[in-house]
């Protein structure tokens, strides 16, 4: 049974940085998908970076690209989402998720997913 628990939400303000972490046990294979998504009230869950751990290929919301980074330790049990220059608008609950799969690249599709943590508040003041 794949558990992961998410760690690292704070409030900060504008133009800070926070770097999220997810603890991820029972992942036995390369063939999986990490990748953290993010919900705001009233909004749909979305996904906002992700990374095949076998191919390490990734994926950014056009939103966060070029602020958030996702990556993951060498043993692979643990992945990250350092974000930098934070905005209001990246106010949210922030969730971390994986599934297995052969794709070269992940899905960014809540229902990609299979597993999912609690998640940890991320609030961005101005």
């Known amino acids: 049974q794949v558990h992961l628990m998410e760690s690292g939400g704070d409030s900060v303000q504008a133009g800070g940085s926070l770097r999220l972490s997810c603890a991820a046990s029972?992942?036995?294979?390369?063939?999986?998908?990490l990748s953290w998504f993010r919900q705001a009230p009233g909004t749909e869950r979305e996904a906002v970076a992700r990374?095949?751990?076998?191919?390490?290929?990734?994926n950014y919301a056009d939103s966060v690209k070029g602020r958030f980074i996702i990556s993951t330790d060498s043993a692979k049990k643990m992945v990250f989402l350092q974000m930098n220059s934070l905005k209001p608008e990246d106010t949210a609950m922030y969730y971390c998720?994986?599934?297995?799969?052969?794709?070269?690249?992940?899905?960014?599709?809540?229902?990609?997913?299979?597993?999912w943590g609690q998640g940890t508040q991320v609030s961005v003041s101005k």
């Open positions: 990374i095949n751990i076998r191919t390490g290929d990734t």
């Open positions: 029972g992942i036995n294979s390369l063939y999986y998908c």
């Open positions: 998720a994986a599934y297995g799969t052969y794709a070269e690249s992940c899905g960014a599709r809540p229902f990609n997913y299979n597993y």
